[in-house]
């Protein structure tokens, strides 16, 4: 009788796992090392605009953030338009003068970084950048996205 | 013997196979906690306070445009109404008015150091329509700026380094950045 062999592939079918780790690994590096962890709660609601002009901040000691938009009240509400600045809401717009100078005096080179959601009324930003021009912060950036 | 009637010892070994699950963990909160940064945006320096005991110097009409947005977005370019995307253009042709080449028209600037680009909008106008504005205003100066660059050095503007003799002089002496932003009116809504 004749005898048949099945034929069958020599080579082993598994495709190796013992690198995965290593891959794993340098993904995570990769990332442990881009992520900023969010340094302030954000107590107003910003969708950036998009601009084409734009330029990138580079030495991102120098820059102190400003955030402008409607407040958060619960997980869909929003609020009237308010200015944070750090951790907590500046109620007094006259309070952001002596706020960025002390800043100002800490860094005398302060970029002002101007996070400001896109359907915000103008006034309340010039109102911002009056008390910026009292504080002597002259350097502002406008945050932007870049328009596709 | 006795010696070798003992039993063999298993290899110390740490287990390593769970070590990818470590990882694939540690990965996936990096994952969920990152924020890639917005940190570009539209670069302006503020003017400081104006004194209150010196005079502004005086500025002929002709070397200032007025750019005036209303809440709407509709735009008054120099008392005519013009739509956003013109003003790049204009803009350009107002501060290239008079140079060699161009002939001088009477209403635009005289020199494009003397150019002045002033915004003005009311209070209630969005502010992303304030930044498609300025926006517009600082690509027309980047184009020109590139224009000039390549005429004068065969590169574009943005390959010159910023400490540089010729980005100096470009940004310095030629196309000036000259942008008003003038107290928004009350308007009225």
């Known amino acids: 009788m004749a005898h048949f062999k099945k034929k069958s592939a020599n080579t082993k079918q598994d495709v190796p796992t013992s690198a995965m780790p290593d891959v794993v690994f340098m993904l995570l590096i990769f990332f442990m090392v881009t992520t900023v962890l969010r340094e302030v709660e954000l107590k107003v609601q910003i969708d950036y605009t998009q601009a084409e002009n734009i330029e990138k901040i580079e030495q991102k000691r120098l820059v102190s953030y400003i955030y402008i938009g409607p407040e958060r009240l619960g997980p869909t509400e929003v609020g009237e338009s308010k200015v944070q600045i750090d951790d907590a809401i500046v109620e007094d717009i006259n309070a952001i003068r002596t706020i960025m100078y002390d800043k100002l005096m800490e860094q005398p080179r302060l970029i002002v970084s101007l996070r400001v959601d896109r359907d915000s009324d103008f006034g309340l930003i010039t109102d911002v950048t009056q008390e910026l021009r009292h504080a002597g912060t002259l350097r502002i950036n406008y945050s932007t996205k870049r328009e596709i | ?189």
């Open chain 2, 1 to 189: 013997m006795a010696l070798l009637n003992k039993k063999k010892r298993p290899d110390p070994e740490i287990p390593g196979s769970s070590l990818a699950d470590i990882a694939f963990l540690l990965l996936i909160f990096f994952l969920v906690t990152t924020t890639i940064n917005v940190d570009t945006g539209i670069g302006l320096t503020l003017p400081p306070i104006p004194d209150e005991n010196v005079e502004p110097p005086p500025i002929k009409e002709r070397n200032l445009l007025n750019i005036l947005v209303n809440a709407q977005g509709l735009v008054l370019l120099d008392e005519t109404p013009s739509s956003i995307t013109e003003v790049k253009q204009k803009v350009k042709d107002f501060i290239t008015n008079c140079e060699p080449g161009n002939p001088c028209v009477e209403n635009l600037s005289e020199d494009p150091t003397d150019a002045i680009i002033s915004i003005k909008t009311d209070r209630q106008t969005p502010y992303n329509i304030y930044i498609n504005m300025l926006d517009e205003v600082i690509g027309a100066y980047n184009e020109l700026r590139d224009e000039k660059a390549r005429a004068l050095y065969g590169v574009p503007f943005s390959a010159l380094e910023e400490t540089s003799e010729q980005y100096q002089s470009i940004a310095k002496d030629v196309y000036p950045k000259k942008i008003s932003i003038a107290e928004p009116d009350e308007g009225n809504s």
